[in-house]
């Protein structure tokens, strides 16, 4: 599968929250603004492809009856060092995903990739993979932090562009604030996951 194919389908046809409903509890959780959400799908997607290259590196050595630990390990140290790297660089993102940090050790994305394609794989394929499926879990946040964020504050882009981002005149004065609180995340999601079946059920109309 050529390399622009793999992006559509990690990004699009086969995204891993949208399609695949996976690692939906960091995507509810850490979307509330898109700096959070951002931050969130890149440390999942460094973790993602070095995770993937490493195991495929040692798929032929790593025994199988302790295969899915090994995958554990290897996953929760690239985890660890990109723990470290916020709390020394960007302290104020690391306690703004707080729990969810660490947890990215058990995201099902990432060990269902490890297990489903990077121990079956050479490194180059795993690689690519790794990036595909992680620029679709940063899509997806991507896209849930600034509905969240627009509705619920009022402002895009909060931390990114200044202090208090672009600032949106008549939602910043009354925003919905419900919308960056736990129950707001499951109606974005739900918007989005019908927005997609109306638009995928109009094409298998036609």
Known sequence: MKFTER???GV?????VFMQTIGLCPALATTTSLSNAIGMGAAATVVLICSNVVISLLRKFIPDKIRIA???SIIATFVTLIQMLLNAYIPSLAASLGLFLPLIVVNCIILGRAEAYASKNKVLPSALDGVCMGLGFTFALVLMGFFRELLGAGTIAAGIIGDKGIQIPGLVDYPAT???LPAGGFLVMGFILAAIQKIMSGKEGK
């Open 7 to 9: 992006l559509k389908a």
């Open 178 to 180: 419900m919308m960056i």
């Open 12 to 16: 699009l046809l086969d995204n891993p």
């Open 70 to 72: 090994a995958f554990i």
